[in-house]
């Protein structure tokens, strides 16, 4: 095979363009006003998750402040706690909805780190399973994604509400 087409990247390259000045894509998707639209599977006080829309792996999610804050130092206490509390609740929603083997549990901070939206501090929670390394993204440098962002989000949301 010389090509899988992914439509979809287009989406990713054209909004990883966006100017400095095109405003934050977290703070863009709080306001937004629908979370399922948005992808948001929880919010409390000082934070939210939120599916990546454009995903390692399935379940492939992210935790951040509400507030607009870059610098993991900036968050106060209760930003901390409430941050990781959501994390913890994401690790047991996809436990019981996904049954993963591993985690990869972490955050970019700053554009030369990795960090594709440098000014608003986030965790990605990305689930992982023995054998989700084959030869597509080896080879290929294309991932496989089994399930489309709606399921996920229709499969994840109800358990945040467990946890």
């Known amino acids: 095979m010389e090509r899988l087409w992914s439509p979809w990247r287009m989406e990713y390259i054209r909004s990883a363009r966006r100017g400095d000045d ?34 390692y792996n399935a379940g492939h999610l992210m935790v951040a402040p509400l507030r607009h804050v870059g610098r993991l130092e900036e968050l106060d206490e209760e930003e901390v706690v409430e941050t990781q509390r959501l994390l913890q609740r994401a690790l047991g929603a996809l436990r019981e909805v996904a049954e ?29 399973w023995d054998g989700d390394t084959n030869f597509m993204p080896v080879v290929g440098d294309t991932k496989v994604l089994p399930e489309l962002l709606a399921e996920t989000y229709g499969k994840l949301q109800p358990a945040f509400e467990r946890a």
């Open 22 to 55: 095109a405003g934050c894509l977290f703070c863009d998707l709080v306001g937004k006003g629908d979370d399922e639209e948005a992808l948001i599977l929880a919010r409390t006080d000082r934070a939210f998750a939120v599916l990546n829309a454009y995903p």
């Open 100 to 128: 993963p083997d591993g985690f990869n549990l972490g955050m970019n901070l700053g554009r030369v780190a990795g960090a594709g939206v440098p000014d608003h501090a986030h965790w990605h929670v990305v689930p992982r």
